[in-house]
C-alpha cells in the first residue's frame, strides 16, 4: 500500500484552502460538509464564498500563495485549489520545504496527502482510496457502500457508544461486554432491533444473558472450501468473523485465515511440520480446552468436513464431552475441480452417480476397495488422497474391466492460482506413469466418461482421436 487512509482530528488541524475560484468553491462545499476549520487564503473569492464569508464560515485571508511562507506554523494540512498549475507547483515546493501535508487538487504527483471517497454516517465514515489511481472506481465503491449502510448507523454507532460505557462500568468481563456490543450489532444488522427502542431495562436483560453465557463454549466443524477463498460460504465467513479460536488443517488455504476476526488465536493442527500437534487425540483435546474455556471454537477443515475429514470421530468426542457443536459445510475438492474443469459428475448417458473414493486405503491389504464392484457401475469416480496411487489405481480399474479408453484427470490445486489439469484415457495414464510424477498435492483423480465434456469446455481437439501430444499431461 503506497497511500494509507488515516482519519485526521479535524478540530486540531486546521485546513488552508488555496485559491478562491470554482475549484477552491468545489472543494471548500466538501471540507464545509466533513466540518472542517477552514481558512482561506485567496486575492478574491466567488460570489458564494462571498455569501458564505459573510456567514462565517470560514477565516478570510486576503493575498496570493506568496504570502504562504511562515504560515506553516498555524497551517499544517493545504490544499492547492486552483486552476493555475504554476501556483499549485509552487505552493507544492512551498510544502515540501517546510514539510506540510498538502493536497494538490487533481494533482497526484504534487500532493503528499490525497482525499478518499468517503461514505459519511457520522460518527462512522469509510474511507476508499484506489491511490489515486481511478477516482471513478472510488466512486463506484462508495455508492455500493451507501446503499449496504443503513443512513441511522451514525445514530446506532453514538447508542452503541453510550451502551459501552454503561457496560464498562457495569465491571462484567471483557468477553461479555464484546459479546454484548456483537449481538446488539447483528440484530441491528438484521433488523432486529434498533437500538433506539431499547431502555435500560432491555439493555440490563441482554447483559445477563450474557453473562449467565453456557460455561462451555461451542465447536463449529467449518468446511473452507476447496482453495479460493471466495467459494467459502457466506455462514463460514459470518463465523470466522466472530469466533475466539481457530484449529485449522494443513488443506486450509492460508489467505482464508485473513477473513477471521483480527484478535482470535489461530491454531495449526495439520500434518506437516510446525504444527503443535497432530494426532487426532491432541486435536481433540485442543477443542475441548478451549469450548470449556467459553470460547467459540471453529474447527477449519480443507473441503466439506463430512468428506474424509475425520468429522465423525471429533463429532463423537464432543458428544461424549457435552460440549455443543454444529456443522457449516463447505465445496468439497470434487465439486471446485469439476466446476473448474466445466464438467457436471452425474449425466443422464454416461454417468448415473458419482462416488467419491479414498484412494488412502489402496493397496493389496483387505482394507482396499472392491475394485470389481466399482468397476461394473455406471458412475463417475472420485479418488482423493490418490496421487501416489495413480498407477495401482489404473491398473485395477483396467484389470477388473473398465474400458481402457474410459476419461480420466488429475486437477492439481484445484481452485487455486496454479491449478493444473492433466487429461487423458485410463490406459494412457497407466502406459505412462512418468507423466503423472510430477503431479503437486494436494490432487483428485477423476475416471469417467463424463470428462468427455471437458474438452468443450476448454476448447481441447477432438475427444475422438485422442493422441498423447493433445493431452494437457
Ligand atoms: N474434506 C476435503 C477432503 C480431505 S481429504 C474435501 O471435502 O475436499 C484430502 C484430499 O482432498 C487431498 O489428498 C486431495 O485428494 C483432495 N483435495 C483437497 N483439496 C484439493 C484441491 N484444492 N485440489 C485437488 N484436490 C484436493
Given at each position: 500500500m503506497s497511500?494509507?487512509?488515516?482519519s485526521?482530528?479535524?478540530q486540531?488541524?486546521?485546513?488552508?484552502l488555496?485559491?478562491?475560484?470554482?475549484?477552491?468553491?468545489?472543494?471548500?462545499?466538501?471540507?464545509?460538509?466533513?466540518?472542517a476549520?477552514?481558512?482561506?487564503?485567496?486575492?478574491?473569492?466567488?460570489?458564494?464564498?462571498?455569501?458564505?464569508?459573510?456567514?462565517?464560515?470560514?477565516?478570510?485571508?486576503?493575498?496570493?500563495?506568496?504570502k504562504?511562507?511562515?504560515?506553516?506554523?498555524?497551517?499544517?494540512?493545504?490544499?492547492?485549489a486552483?486552476?493555475?498549475?504554476?501556483?499549485n507547483?509552487?505552493?507544492?515546493?512551498?510544502?515540501?520545504?517546510d514539510?506540510?501535508?498538502?493536497?494538490?487538487?487533481?494533482?497526484?504527483d504534487?500532493?503528499?496527502?490525497?482525499?478518499p471517497?468517503?461514505?459519511?454516517?457520522?460518527?462512522?465514515s469509510?474511507?476508499?482510496?484506489?491511490?489515486g489511481?481511478?477516482?471513478?472506481?472510488?466512486?463506484?465503491i462508495?455508492?455500493k457502500?451507501?446503499v449496504?449502510?443503513?443512513?441511522?448507523?451514525?445514530?446506532?454507532?453514538?447508542q452503541l457508544?453510550?451502551?459501552?460505557?454503561?457496560?464498562?462500568?457495569?465491571?462484567?468481563?471483557?468477553?461479555?461486554?464484546r459479546?454484548?456490543?456483537?449481538?446488539?450489532?447483528?440484530?441491528?444488522?438484521?433488523?432486529?432491533s434498533?437500538?433506539c427502542?431499547?431502555?435500560?431495562?432491555?439493555?440490563?436483560?441482554?447483559?445477563?444473558r450474557?453473562?449467565?453465557?453456557?460455561k462451555?463454549?461451542?465447536?463449529?466443524?467449518?468446511?473452507?472450501?476447496?482453495?479460493?477463498?471466495?467459494?467459502?460460504?457466506?455462514?463460514?465467513?459470518?463465523?470466522?468473523?466472530?469466533c475466539?479460536?481457530?484449529?485449522?488443517?494443513n488443506?486450509?488455504?492460508?489467505?482464508?485465515?485473513?477473513?477471521a476476526?483480527?484478535?482470535?488465536?489461530?491454531?495449526?493442527?495439520?500434518?506437516?511440520?510446525?504444527?503443535?500437534?497432530?494426532?487426532?487425540?491432541?486435536?481433540?483435546?485442543l477443542?475441548?480446552?478451549?469450548?470449556?474455556?467459553?470460547?467459540?471454537?471453529?474447527?477449519?477443515?480443507?473441503?466439506d468436513?463430512?468428506?474424509?475429514a475425520?468429522?465423525?470421530?471429533?463429532i463423537?468426542?464432543?458428544?461424549?464431552?457435552?460440549?455443543?457443536?454444529q456443522?457449516?459445510?463447505?465445496?468439497?475438492?470434487?465439486?471446485?475441480?469439476?466446476?473448474s474443469?466445466?464438467?457436471?459428475?452425474?449425466?443422464?448417458?454416461?454417468?448415473?452417480g458419482?462416488?467419491?473414493?479414498?484412494?488412502?486405503?489402496?493397496?493389496?491389504?483387505?482394507?482396499?476397495?472392491?475394485?470389481?464392484?466399482?468397476a461394473?457401475?455406471?458412475?463417475t469416480?472420485?479418488?482423493y488422497?490418490?496421487?501416489?496411487?495413480?498407477?495401482?489405481?489404473c491398473?485395477?480399474?483396467?484389470a477388473?474391466g473398465?474400458?481402457?479408453?474410459?476419461?480420466?484427470?488429475?486437477?492439481?490445486?484445484?481452485?487455486?492460482?496454479?491449478?493444473?489439469?492433466?487429461?487423458?484415457?485410463?490406459?494412457y495414464?497407466?502406459?505412462n506413469?512418468?507423466?503423472v510424477?510430477?503431479?503437486c498435492k494436494p490432487?483428485?483423480?477423476?475416471?469417467?466418461?463424463?470428462?468427455?465434456?471437458?474438452?468443450?469446455?476448454?476448447?481441447?481437439?477432438?475427444?475422438t482421436?485422442l493422441?498423447?501430444?493433445?493431452?494437457?499431461?
Amino acid at each position: 500500500m503506497s497511500w494509507l487512509p488515516i482519519s485526521l482530528n479535524l478540530q486540531a488541524w486546521p485546513i488552508l484552502l488555496i485559491g478562491g475560484g470554482q475549484v477552491a468553491e468545489r472543494k471548500f462545499r466538501l471540507l464545509q460538509q466533513m466540518g472542517a476549520k477552514i481558512s482561506i487564503l485567496a486575492p478574491d473569492l466567488t460570489p458564494l464564498l462571498r455569501e458564505a464569508l459573510a456567514n462565517n464560515a470560514f477565516e478570510y485571508i486576503a493575498g496570493t500563495h506568496e504570502k504562504l511562507t511562515g504560515m506553516e506554523k498555524n497551517y499544517k494540512v493545504w490544499v492547492s485549489a486552483t486552476n493555475n498549475s504554476q501556483i499549485n507547483s509552487d505552493v507544492a515546493k512551498l510544502a515540501k520545504v517546510d514539510g506540510t501535508l498538502v493536497n494538490v487538487v487533481d494533482n497526484i504527483d504534487l500532493s503528499t496527502f490525497i482525499f478518499p471517497a468517503i461514505v459519511d454516517r457520522n460518527p462512522v465514515s469509510v474511507a476508499i482510496s484506489t491511490s489515486g489511481l481511478s477516482p471513478v472506481l472510488a466512486c463506484f465503491i462508495r455508492e455500493k457502500l451507501e446503499v449496504m449502510l443503513p443512513k441511522s448507523l451514525g445514530r446506532f454507532a453514538n447508542q452503541l457508544a453510550k451502551i459501552r460505557n454503561r457496560l464498562k462500568q457495569s465491571g462484567c468481563t471483557g468477553q461479555v461486554k464484546r459479546r454484548v456490543q456483537k449481538q446488539l450489532i447483528s440484530d441491528y444488522f438484521t433488523g432486529h432491533s434498533s437500538l433506539c427502542n431499547l431502555d435500560e431495562a432491555d439493555i440490563a436483560a441482554i447483559s445477563k444473558r450474557q453473562t449467565v453465557a453456557p460455561k462451555h463454549g461451542e465447536v463449529i466443524l467449518v468446511g473452507a472450501g476447496p482453495g479460493d477463498p471466495e467459494l467459502l460460504t457466506i455462514k463460514a465467513m459470518r463465523i470466522l468473523q466472530n469466533c475466539d479460536v481457530i484449529l485449522f488443517d494443513n488443506l486450509v488455504n492460508r489467505e482464508i485465515l485473513e477473513y477471521a476476526r483480527r484478535d482470535a488465536e489461530v491454531i495449526y493442527v495439520g500434518k506437516k511440520a510446525g504444527a503443535c500437534c497432530n494426532k487426532q487425540s491432541q486435536i481433540n483435546q485442543l477443542m475441548l480446552d478451549h469450548a470449556q474455556q467459553g470460547n467459540l471454537v471453529v474447527r477449519l477443515k480443507g473441503g466439506d468436513p463430512h468428506i474424509f475429514a475425520r468429522a465423525n470421530e471429533e463429532i463423537e468426542f464432543l458428544a461424549d464431552n457435552d460440549i455443543k457443536y454444529q456443522i457449516i459445510p463447505g465445496i468439497s475438492a470434487a465439486f471446485g475441480c469439476a466446476a473448474s474443469m466445466k464438467v457436471s459428475l452425474t449425466d443422464r448417458e454416461y454417468a448415473h452417480g458419482c462416488m467419491f473414493i479414498s484412494a488412502h486405503l489402496s493397496s493389496d491389504s483387505k482394507d482396499d476397495v472392491d475394485w470389481e464392484q466399482l468397476a461394473k457401475l455406471k458412475t463417475t469416480l472420485v479418488f482423493y488422497m490418490g496421487v501416489s496411487k495413480i498407477s495401482y489405481i489404473c491398473k485395477q480399474l483396467l484389470a477388473n474391466g473398465v474400458a481402457s479408453d474410459t476419461r480420466m484427470a488429475i486437477v492439481e490445486n484445484g481452485t487455486m492460482m496454479n491449478e493444473k489439469v492433466y487429461y487423458g484415457t485410463l490406459d494412457y495414464f497407466y502406459k505412462n506413469p512418468q507423466l503423472v510424477v510430477n503431479v503437486c498435492k494436494p490432487a483428485l483423480l477423476f475416471v469417467g466418461n463424463v470428462l468427455q465434456f471437458y474438452d468443450r469446455g476448454n476448447d481441447a481437439t477432438s475427444t475422438t482421436s485422442l493422441q498423447p501430444s493433445e493431452y494437457s499431461v
